[in-house]
C-alpha cells in the first residue's frame, strides 16, 4: 500500500541552526501539506502546496519556514533558524486530486536544544 | 470558515463498554469528515472518512460515524471499546475542493480492563 515517508524519524538541533525535513509523498499525489503537534497539544497546519506553489499557509508558518519540491518526488520543510518553541512532531501530509483524504506520514520528532 | 469542535478532552470507558466520541464542526461549504486515530508514538491513521456519500460510515477496527446535517455532528461510536483502543482521536474536516485540513484538539480515549 503506498505511504507517505518522512526522515528522519528523529532529530535533535541547536537553537539557531538550519533543519531541514523531508518528506516522499505518495507519488500520483499533488496536493501536499506540513502541520506540527507540539507536545501536548493539538494538530496545527503549516502550509499547503500545490502546483509548485504555496496555496496556504497558517500565522505560525513565518520568514524562519520556506517549503520546498526539489525534485519532483520529496517535499521538505526547512526552518532557518530554530528555536526553543519549534520543538514538536511535523507531520507530513498528501492527497490526490479526486480524493479529499490526506494521507499522512508517520511524523519527525524535532527537538531544539 | 471552518471549524471543529471536539466537545471531550478525554473519555475513559471500560473494556466492552460502548464508545462515544463527540465531533461538531462549521464549514461554509460542503466539507468531507474524518476520523484519524493516533496511538502513543505514532502516526496519524485514517479510521473513516464522510464524503457526501451514505451518512453512516463504516470504518477499521469496528468504529462507525454517523454524519448529521441538521445537528452539523460526526460522531465516532464502537460498540465494544477493546484495550488496543486506547489513543488520541482526531475529528477532522476538509472543505470539498478546499486546500486546508482543520483538526479537533482531540480527544484521549481511555480503556480500563
Known amino acids: 500500500e503506498p505511504e507517505v515517508t518522512q526522515t528522519p524519524s528523529h532529530q535533535v538541533t541547536q537553537m539557531g541552526q538550519e533543519v531541514i525535513l523531508r518528506c516522499v509523498p505518495i507519488s500520483n499525489h499533488l496536493y501536499f501539506y506540513w502541520y506540527r503537534q507540539i507536545l501536548g497539544q493539538k494538530v496545527e497546519f503549516l502550509v499547503s502546496f500545490y502546483n509548485n506553489e504555496i496555496s496556504e499557509k497558517s500565522e505560525i508558518f513565518d520568514d524562519q519556514f520556506s517549503v520546498e519540491r526539489p525534485d519532483g518526488s520529496n517535499f521538505t520543510l526547512k526552518i532557518r533558524s530554530t528555536k526553543l518553541e519549534d520543538s514538536a512532531m511535523y507531520f507530513c501530509?498528501?492527497?490526490?486530486?479526486?480524493?479529499?483524504?490526506?494521507?499522512f506520514g508517520q511524523g519527525t520528532r524535532l527537538t531544539v536544544v | 470558515a471552518q471549524s471543529v469542535t471536539q466537545l471531550d478532552s478525554h473519555v475513559s470507558v471500560s473494556e466492552g463498554t460502548p464508545v462515544l466520541l463527540r465531533c461538531n464542526y462549521s464549514s461554509s461549504y460542503s466539507p468531507s469528515l474524518f476520523w484519524y486515530v493516533q496511538h502513543p508514538n505514532k502516526g496519524l491513521q485514517l479510521l473513516l472518512k464522510?464524503?457526501?456519500?451514505?451518512?453512516l460510515v463504516k470504518g477499521i477496527n469496528g468504529f462507525e460515524a454517523e454524519f448529521k446535517k441538521s445537528e452539523t455532528s460526526f460522531h465516532l461510536t464502537k460498540p465494544s471499546a477493546h484495550m488496543s483502543d486506547a489513543a488520541e482521536y482526531f475529528c477532522?474536516?476538509?472543505?470539498?475542493?478546499?486546500?486546508?485540513?482543520?483538526f479537533g484538539a482531540g480527544t484521549r480515549l481511555f480503556v480500563k480492563a
Open positions: 501530509a498528501s492527497k490526490a486530486p479526486a480524493n479529499t483524504e490526506a494521507f
Open positions: 464522510y464524503t457526501s456519500a451514505a451518512t
Open positions: 477532522v474536516v476538509s472543505p470539498m475542493g478546499g486546500f486546508k485540513t482543520i
